[in-house]
C-alpha cells in the first residue's frame, strides 16, 4: 500500500530522527517473530524452479470446485435449467457473452486470463449450435445491438442472456447510487422476454442488484458474481447440469436501490409489518417468517413496496428439491454456569433429497434473545453447513450451541450471556424453518 514518506516531488517528509530508533526494532522484531512462528527461517532458500508462473491443472481444478460451490440459483421457474436433451440452437447475448471480465476487482496485471463465457459454452455444448450477439454494451445502449439480438433470438431454440457489472464497478471507491444493470441491459432482457422464448439470465457483478425491472419475465436466472479463473467454465457446467447450483446469497438483494440498507440481522421495530405466530405455546413475533400485516397503517414497511427484500440473505435453489424433518432438542434447558463451563445444547434434524438427482444442500441456524439488556437482532446465524445428498438420501444433520454463540458485546464492551429464552430456527434459508425454543436458566 501507499504511503507518505516522499512527497509527490520526491522530497523525503521523514528524517532518521522522526521516528525513534526502539520503535523501528520493535516492528521489525514482530515481524521476524511472526516470520519465524511460520517457520519461514528453517529453509529460507527455496528452490528458483519452484516458483509457480502459471496455473497447474491442479489449480485450476481447485478454483473450479470453488467457483461451482459459490454459483447460486435465484430463480428457476418451469426447471427450464439445466438445458439438456438433444442438441438445439443456443443464443448467447448480453456485455458478458465474450467478456473474459471474471477476475473481479483488485486483480493485478499478471493474473492469467479467464477466458469467455462464450468459449466455456463452446466447450460444455460440442454438438449444439452457439451463436453470440451482443445486444448492448455495458454502459450504454444501442438500438442496433438490441435489434439485432431480438431478431437473431427468433431464430433460436434458448437464449442464455449474460448481464451484470464490469470490474471496475466493483471494489474499492466504486459505491453506486443506482443498484440496477448498467446501460442497456435490463431493456435487453426485457426485449429477450417479449420475444416469447425460453431464456435464462447469468449475472456476474460483485454487489447485490436491483432486479424488479425484469425478474418476473425471466424464467431462470443464475448468480454468477465474479467467480476467478474458471468462472465461465462454473457458469457452462452449471447450465449444462453438469453442476448442480447449491450456494446461497452471502447478502441481501434489495427491490429497490432506496431499500438499502436491508440485512436480515435487522433490530425488531415496535410495529412490525408481520403477523405473530404460536411456537411452544408462548406468542413470538416470526419477524419476516410471518405473513405480511399491511392492512395496518402504522407499521413498519414501505408503502409502495411489497414488503421483505427482493431474495433474502441465504436464498438458493437447487436443481432437486429438498426436505426437512422434525427439529429434535436433547435438552431444552441448561443453567447459565453450565453454559460457562462448556456444556451445549444439542439439536438434530434430518434433511431428505427428494429430487431425482444429487445436490447439494445449506443448512442455516438462526437464533433469536427474545429479551434483553440491550435490543438484539430479530435473528442472528450462529451456525451453517454443507451437505451433499444423493437423489433420494438422507443424514442426520447435528449442531450445538454454546456460550460463544448466546452472548453478546454490551456498550462497556464486556461480552454478555443472560438468561432467558432463545428462539432457535433451522432450514434451508430464511423462510420454512423448523423451530424451538431454548431456556437458559
Known amino acids: 500500500m501507499g504511503g507518505n514518506a516522499v512527497s509527490a516531488e520526491g522530497e523525503a517528509l521523514l528524517s532518521p530522527g522522526d521516528v ?26 527455496r528452490d528458483a524452479a519452484l516458483e509457480v508462473t502459471a496455473p497447474s491443472e491442479g489449480t485450476r481444478l481447485a478454483a473450479r470446485e470453488a467457483a461451482e460451490k459459490c454459483l447460486v440459483l435465484l430463480k428457476n421457474d418451469g426447471g427450464l435449467l439445466p438445458l439438456g436433451g438433444s442438441p438445439r440452437r443456443i443464443l448467447l447475448v448480453g456485455p458478458y457473452a465474450e467478456s473474459n471480465d471474471h477476475l473481479g476487482a483488485w486483480v493485478q496485471s499478471f493474473a492469467e486470463p479467464a477466458g469467455t463465457l462464450a468459449d466455456a459454452l463452446r466447450e460444455e455444448f460440442p ?23 431480438v431478431s437473431s433470438a427468433k431464430q433460436h431454440d434458448v437464449i442464455v442472456v449474460a448481464v451484470g457489472e464490469p470490474s471496475t464497478l466493483t471494489g474499492e471507491a466504486s459505491s453506486r447510487s443506482d443498484l440496477r444493470l448498467p446501460g442497456g441491459q435490463e431493456a435487453l432482457i426485457s426485449a429477450i422476454a417479449a420475444t416469447g422464448k425460453p431464456f435464462a439470465v447469468v449475472m456476474f457483478n460483485g454487489r447485490p442488484l436491483v432486479t424488479s425491472a425484469w425478474i418476473d419475465s425471466a424464467p431462470s436466472v443464475l448468480e454468477a458474481w465474479h467467480l476467478g479463473l474458471e468462472g465461465p467454465a462454473a457458469v457452462a457446467r452449471a447450465l449444462s447440469g453438469q453442476v448442480n447450483p447449491g450456494g446461497r446469497l452471502p447478502m441481501t438483494f434489495p427491490r429497490s436501490s432506496s431499500q438499502v440498507p436491508i440485512h436480515y440481522d ?135 450451541l454454546g456460550w460463544k454463540d448466546l452472548g453478546f458485546w454490551d456498550n462497556e464492551g464486556n461480552y454478555v450471556v443472560e438468561r ?3 428462539e432457535v430456527y433451522v432450514g ?13 436458566t
Not at 523501528?24 to 529460507?44: C, E, Q, S, T, Y
Not at 449444439?128 to 435489434?147: I, N, Q, R, V, Y
Open 20 to 45: 525513534a530508533s526502539d520503535r523501528i526494532d520493535d516492528a521489525v522484531r514482530r515481524v521476524l517473530r511472526l516470520k519465524h512462528a511460520l517457520g519461514l527461517f528453517d529453509n529460507p532458500y
Open 127 to 149: 454438438d449444439w449450435s452457439l451463436t453470440m450477439k451482443e445486444g448492448s454494451g455495458f454502459f450504454h445502449e444501442d438500438p442496433a445491438l438490441l435489434a439485432a439480438a
Open 266 to 400: 435487522h433490530e425488531n421495530t415496535g410495529r412490525p409489518a408481520t403477523v405473530s405466530a404460536r411456537m411452544d405455546e408462548d406468542v413470538v413475533d416470526v419477524a419476516l417468517m410471518g405473513p405480511a400485516n399491511t392492512d395496518d397503517r402504522y407499521t413498519s414497511k414501505y408503502r409502495d413496496l411489497p414488503l421483505g427484500p427482493q431474495f433474502a440473505f441465504g436464498h438458493g435453489l437447487s436443481y432437486t428439491s429438498f426436505h426437512y424433518g422434525e427439529l429434535q432438542v436433547e435438552t431444552e434447558k441448561l443453567a447459565l454456569d453450565v453454559l460457562r463451563e462448556g456444556q451445549v445444547f444439542r439439536l438434530v434434524i434430518p434433511v431428505s433429497n427428494t429430487g431425482e438427482r444429487a445436490g447439494d444442500e445449506v443448512t442455516l441456524l438462526f437464533i433469536r434473545d427474545r429479551v434483553a439488556s440491550l435490543a438484539q437482532p430479530v435473528r442472528r446465524l450462529r451456525a451453517f453447513t454443507r451437505t451433499t445428498l444423493g437423489a433420494g438420501a438422507t443424514e442426520q444433520l447435528s449442531f450445538e
Open 420 to 422: 432467558g429464552d432463545f
Open 428 to 440: 434451508g434459508g430464511m423462510d420454512g424453518c423448523a423451530g424451538t425454543v431454548l431456556r437458559l
